[in-house]
């Protein structure tokens, strides 16, 4: 099976698993569909033997950045369906997993990581330095005419075959290293 499946693809699975019709496998599906529906629209639980609990969870209200504008937005409060699946179903997906097990660290790795973190508390003690003087990007040092303002030059850009590769990456790595920085944006 596809990882995502059609409405026509679950119905021929279905009417081929249960020898019905399509047309009875069709309304059937539909009829379940709906009654999940209608029983979230009550704001009640909707519990379906054998496969797991829908129900609705509340989100409360938030604001969000839009990182290219740099304007907020408010979202307001909101409900959000949440399907829990019923314990058999949960064991059986991951069944593969089941003999996995932890294992305790050994003393060895345990005094490593202990210093690996007294390093990075040492250093953290270091950075708490006095601050510097931020690091403006494209500053010559000039103070821009009276309503204009200095412009940071573009990072620069990756080889051409990279471009494909790196969109989805681009965002993250610009917040992890400012553009400028000496690097592509997603080397």
Do not use: W
């Amino acid at each position: 099976m596809a990882s995502k499946i059609t409405f026509q693809e679950l119905l021929d699975e279905f009417s081929a698993a249960t020898g019905h019709t399509k047309a009875f496998s069709k309304k059937f599906i539909k009829d379940v569909f709906a009654s999940v529906q209608e029983g979230l629209r009550k704001d009640e639980n909707v519990n379906i033997k054998g496969l797991g609990i829908f129900k609705l969870q509340e989100v409360g209200e938030r604001e969000i950045m839009n990182p290219q504008t740099g304007k907020t937005n408010r979202i307001p409060a909101h409900n959000k369906i949440v399907f829990k699946p019923e314990k058999a179903l949960r064991e059986r997906v991951n069944s593969k997993y089941a003999d996995l097990k932890s294992t305790p660290l050994k003393k060895e790795e345990k005094s490593a990581t202990t210093e690996k973190s007294s390093a990075k508390k040492e250093l953290s003690e270091e950075k708490a330095a006095p601050p510097k003087k931020p690091v403006v990007f494209g500053d010559t040092g000039k103070k821009p005419a009276e309503g204009k303002t200095s412009v940071p030059p573009l990072p620069p850009s990756p080889p051409p075959g990279e471009k494909k590769k790196c969109r989805r990456l681009l965002l993250k790595k610009r917040k992890r290293n400012p553009p400028g920085a000496g690097s592509f944006p997603c080397s």
